[in-house]
């Protein structure tokens, strides 16, 4: 579904959109009518961070800029997550 639909679609059903590729690397949006905020992107995995050698896992917290190109605009292929 295109953006527009799937935003209106995640606010009705309190839900984020993600597109294949954000999901895979494990980020979604979260569209609000928050003037603060508007669209929030969260991280759904935790990336590795390296402590004293060792790997860890590491949640970055959610930020809330995202300057999404045309091509993000016009795509077809966004879903609820």
């Known amino acids: 579904m295109n953006i527009i639909e799937a935003t209106k679609k995640a606010l ?9 590729e954000n ?8 569209p609000t009518n ?14 590795l961070e390296k402590v004293e050698g060792i790997y860890k896992e590491k949640w ?3 930020f809330k800029f995202w300057n999404p ?7 077809d292929d966004w879903e609820l997550y």
């Open 69 to 75: 190109k045309a091509e993000d605009l016009l795509r």
């Open 23 to 30: 999901k895979e690397h494990g980020t979604v949006f979260i």
């Open 12 to 20: 009705e059903e309190n839900k984020a959109i993600t597109t294949p």
């Open 60 to 62: 970055t917290s959610a």
């Open 34 to 47: 928050s003037m603060p905020l508007g669209i929030v992107i969260v991280p759904t995995e935790p990336g």
